[in-house]
């Protein structure tokens, strides 16, 4: 079945550290992915999406690349802020079906 | 554009009463709606697909009469959640997936309802 592993959390950086979220996912056909992000006490918004293998999905300085050969789409960013403090999830879709499985989230916290 | 709202975003409400939460899609229309639970700390749970004009399809270990959907236009689903208690306590989000041309699909969500019963 369809799957999607993120890495365990909470990740704690410091302001301006790299950051790399990791995220894996077991999947028939060809799915979409998306990085969602949720910020204390609402809902998810979308940050970025990536539709097919080696497509590159951007946004806010976050970036992910679709790897179909290691089946993973790890998320990125060169430079956090402490407003980057969040909870992000990676989920895989299928246009198929129309539903989203999410990974279990990784919580973010950065200091200043 | 593609904006969700839900409604209403926190209610607290007595054990064995009902509540329902609103999930309208603004500026588009939406003939499958999803309803996801979020447990604190958790990642969100699929509890079932709302199809406009047709009965909702629930996953497996969702009660049906306990979480009674219905979508009855293109642009409102709602979840009723009935003889509330306690451990139905929780934050539920719906969204909505939509077809652009330009865009291929995607889905956007609600805002979250939390939903406290005492």
């Known amino acids: 079945g369809n799957s999607v592993t993120q890495m365990e959390g909470p990740v704690t950086l410091s302001e301006e550290a790299f950051l790399t979220i990791n995220c894996t996912y077991t999947?028939?056909?060809?799915?979409?992915l998306f990085w969602y992000v949720q910020y204390p006490g609402e809902g998810l918004q979308l940050l970025l999406k990536?539709?097919?293998?080696?497509d590159k999905g951007s946004n806010k300085g976050f970036e992910a690349t679709y790897r179909k050969e290691t089946t993973s789409f790890h998320l990125e960013k060169g430079s956090v802020q402490v407003s980057d403090s969040a909870v992000y999830f990676c989920?895989?879709?299928?246009?198929?079906?129309?539903?989203?499985?999410f990974g279990q989230g990784t919580t973010l916290q950065v200091k200043p | 554009g593609a904006v969700v709202s839900q409604h209403p975003s926190r209610v607290i409400c007595k054990s064995g009463t009902s509540v329902k939460i609103e999930c309208r899609s603004l500026?588009?229309?939406?003939?499958?709606m999803f309803w996801y639970r979020q447990f604190p700390k958790k990642s969100l749970m699929l509890m079932a697909t709302?199809?406009?004009?047709?009965?909702?399809?629930?996953e497996q270990g969702v009660e049906k009469d306990k979480f009674l959907i219905n979508h009855a236009s293109l642009t409102l689903s709602t979840l009723t959640v009935t003889s509330a208690h306690p451990e139905d306590s929780s934050f539920y989000i719906c969204?909505?997936?939509?077809?652009?041309?330009?865009?291929?699909?995607?889905?956007?969500f609600g805002s979250g309802t939390r939903l406290t019963v005492v």
């Open positions: 990536a539709t097919k293998a080696d």
């Open positions: 969204s909505a997936n939509w077809l652009g041309s330009a865009l291929g699909y995607g889905y956007t």
């Open positions: 989920a895989l879709g299928k246009s198929n079906t129309g539903k989203l499985i």
């Open positions: 999947a028939t056909g060809y799915p979409s």
């Open positions: 709302s199809n406009e004009g047709s009965k909702a399809t629930y």
């Open positions: 500026d588009f229309q939406a003939t499958t």
